[in-house]
């Protein structure tokens, strides 16, 4: 569901890259509020697995179509809506800057339909009453579906205004929602279903982090295994089972091409698209998460997936303990010991 910059028109791109920028903004005060910075390395590691994990497609049977993982809900079960957020801008801003995945103008788009619809409505409005305070695996399963399935299909109906709103593509709005919404329910289902193992397998490691009790040493002790065994996950996901991503067109490919005959419009010019390509393919040092003038492969595919995830880690840790180091720098000393 990556957009490129070929669907949006610059007037939509600047009011989503407003919109985002303000959640973003929201999000880095909410997270400066928390004191324990000790879930700081937990956001980088989650963050490079999210990458990995979106590097593999997975065929949705009898459509010709594939899907990946958004990982929106993953992290917001895991991390709460605002670190979730921070952390998949910080993913899809390593995809677009240094692996040419979505548009650099339709990232402020990306951002919004990807993250936002996930983490602040179907997080709290449909994950949480429906697994509750304590759930047990068919609940936590049951509203991760439904959490999962609803986030992708608005974010799809999202991606679909966006599109006939720029008036860029032909694309009409109602053949183009009635082609996107569906393919994305499917690819939400698969996605709520991996997303109650993950957060299932964590869960039983580390309790506390879906607000279990633990004892504040044991607790940080099982982090650290959480947050290496991720770490791992990310490693092998990117680097060896990336390898047997689907090669059929993703959701929004395969909906432009059955609408419009034609995956890959063709990028308008002039102005902010114009200085978005140029900026693109002056960063973007592993194209498509291949190297540049060469066939794709494995040992390509491999490259991308590791250096992916270690820039993914890499950002996240130093915005993380950027924003926990600026919030205590405007604290003050007076209020560490309450004002006096």
Same mark, same amino acid.
């Given at each position: 569901?990556?957009?490129?910059?070929?669907?949006?028109?610059?007037?939509?791109?600047?009011?989503? =890259?407003?919109? $985002?920028?303000?959640?973003? /903004?929201?999000?880095?005060?909410?997270?400066?509020?928390?004191?324990? +910075? $000790?879930?700081?390395?937990?956001?980088?590691?989650?963050?490079?697995?999210?990458?990995?994990?979106?590097?593999?497609?997975? +065929?949705?049977?009898?459509?010709?179509?594939?899907?990946? #993982?958004?990982?929106?809900?993953?992290?917001?079960?895991?991390?709460?809506?605002?670190? !979730?957020?921070?952390?998949? $801008?910080?993913?899809?801003?390593?995809?677009?800057?240094?692996?040419?995945?979505?548009?650099?103008?339709?990232?402020?788009?990306?951002?919004?339909?990807?993250?936002?619809? /996930?983490?602040? #409505?179907?997080?709290?409005?449909?994950?949480?009453?429906?697994?509750?305070?304590?759930?047990?695996?068919?609940?936590?399963?049951?509203?991760?579906?439904?959490?999962?399935?609803?986030?992708? /299909? /608005?974010?799809?109906?999202?991606?679909?205004?966006? +599109?006939?709103?720029?008036?860029?593509?032909?694309?009409?709005?109602?053949?183009? +929602?009635?082609?996107?919404?569906?393919?994305?329910?499917?690819?939400?289902?698969?996605?709520?279903?991996?997303?109650?193992?993950?957060?299932?397998?964590?869960?039983?490691? *580390?309790?506390?982090?879906?607000?279990?009790?633990?004892? !504040?040493?044991?607790?940080?002790?099982?982090?650290?295994?959480?947050?290496?065994?991720?770490?791992?996950?990310?490693?092998?996901?990117?680097?060896?089972?990336? =390898?047997?991503?689907?090669?059929?067109?993703?959701?929004? *490919? =395969?909906?432009?091409?059955?609408?419009?005959?034609?995956?890959?419009? *063709?990028p308008g010019s002039g102005g902010l698209l114009t200085a978005s390509s140029w900026l693109q393919e002056k960063l973007s040092f592993l194209p498509d998460y291949g190297l540049p003038n060469r066939d794709a492969g494995n040992p390509a595919t491999t490259l991308s997936g590791v250096v992916g995830g270690f820039l993914t880690l890499a950002l996240i840790m130093v915005a993380g303990l950027l924003v926990k180091k600026r919030k205590r720098r405007a604290a003050g000393p007076d209020d560490s010991n309450g004002g006096n």
């Amino acid at each position: 569901m990556h957009m490129s910059d070929a669907l949006l028109s610059p007037a939509v791109g600047g009011v989503m =890259w407003g919109a $985002s920028v303000a959640a973003l /903004a929201v999000s880095s005060r909410t997270v400066a509020k928390d004191p324990d +910075t $000790s879930r700081v390395p937990l956001m980088g590691a989650l963050g490079a697995f999210v990458f990995a994990a979106q590097m593999i497609n997975f +065929t949705i049977p009898g459509t010709g179509s594939s899907g990946h #993982l958004a990982g929106a809900m993953l992290l917001s079960i895991l991390l709460g809506p605002h670190a !979730a957020f921070l952390v998949l $801008s910080s993913v899809l801003i390593v995809q677009a800057l240094f692996f040419a995945d979505g548009g650099i103008l339709a990232l402020g788009a990306n951002m919004f339909n990807i993250g936002f619809y /996930a983490c602040f #409505l179907a997080y709290p409005l449909i994950y949480r009453p429906i697994a509750g305070p304590n759930p047990g695996r068919p609940r936590l399963f049951a509203a991760a579906v439904a959490a999962s399935v609803a986030s992708l /299909a /608005a974010g799809s109906f999202s991606v679909a205004l966006q +599109t006939v709103a720029s008036g860029i593509s032909s694309l009409p709005l109602a053949p183009f +929602t009635a082609a996107m919404v569906p393919i994305h329910l499917a690819i939400g289902v698969v996605e709520g279903v991996v997303t109650g193992i993950v957060v299932v397998a964590v869960r039983s490691i *580390e309790p506390n982090l879906l607000g279990g009790p633990a004892a !504040a040493d044991e607790s940080r002790r099982r982090l650290r295994i959480v947050v290496v065994g991720v770490i791992v996950a990310a490693i092998v996901t990117g680097g060896v089972l990336s =390898w047997i991503a689907s090669t059929h067109p993703d959701g929004l *490919e =395969w909906s432009i091409a059955n609408v419009a005959g034609d995956s890959e419009p *063709e990028p308008g010019s002039g102005g902010l698209l114009t200085a978005s390509s140029w900026l693109q393919e002056k960063l973007s040092f592993l194209p498509d998460y291949g190297l540049p003038n060469r066939d794709a492969g494995n040992p390509a595919t491999t490259l991308s997936g590791v250096v992916g995830g270690f820039l993914t880690l890499a950002l996240i840790m130093v915005a993380g303990l950027l924003v926990k180091k600026r919030k205590r720098r405007a604290a003050g000393p007076d209020d560490s010991n309450g004002g006096n």
